[in-house]
């Protein structure tokens, strides 16, 4: 018995029919002027002494030549615990995993507090 058929061709899983999906989840994830946004540190003792009510942080990016590119400003709100600051964006637009900088201090922009409800 011969079997003639149709060469089945598979195909990887991939992204792209999603792409819709996938700009809207970033876009959902910048966040803009007047956002609450986490800031996550090391907990050393560099980071008591130089923040204070109000005072503002450079926020950095990594562009894609590895140059770190000044991308929005945070104002430093209240300390959460050994670890985590809270802040207000105050001028353009951040994402998850920027690098804020003030002085000898740096810090990790986290997920604002109304997605880590949802997420964490």
């Known amino acids: 018995m011969i079997v003639i ?3 089945l061709v598979a195909h990887a899983t991939s992204y792209a029919p999603y792409l819709e ?3 809207l989840l970033i876009e959902k994830m910048v966040l803009k002027t007047g956002s609450l946004v ?7 003792q560099d980071i ?3 923040l204070a009510d109000n005072d503002i942080l450079i926020v950095y990016r990594e562009n894609s030549s590895c140059e770190m590119t000044e991308v929005g400003k945070i104002r430093f ?3 959460v615990d050994d670890n985590y600051i809270k802040g207000d964006v105050i001028d353009w637009e951040i994402k998850e995993g920027d690098f804020a900088r003030k002085g000898s201090v740096g ?3 986290i997920l604002p507090d109304e997605m880590c409800e949802r997420q964490c």
């Open 77 to 79: 709100r209240s300390t």
């Open 107 to 109: 810090l990790l922009v």
């Open 5 to 7: 058929g149709v060469p």
């Open 21 to 23: 999906e996938h700009r």
């Open 48 to 50: 008591n002494t130089p």
């Open 38 to 44: 986490y800031l996550y540190h090391n907990g050393t």
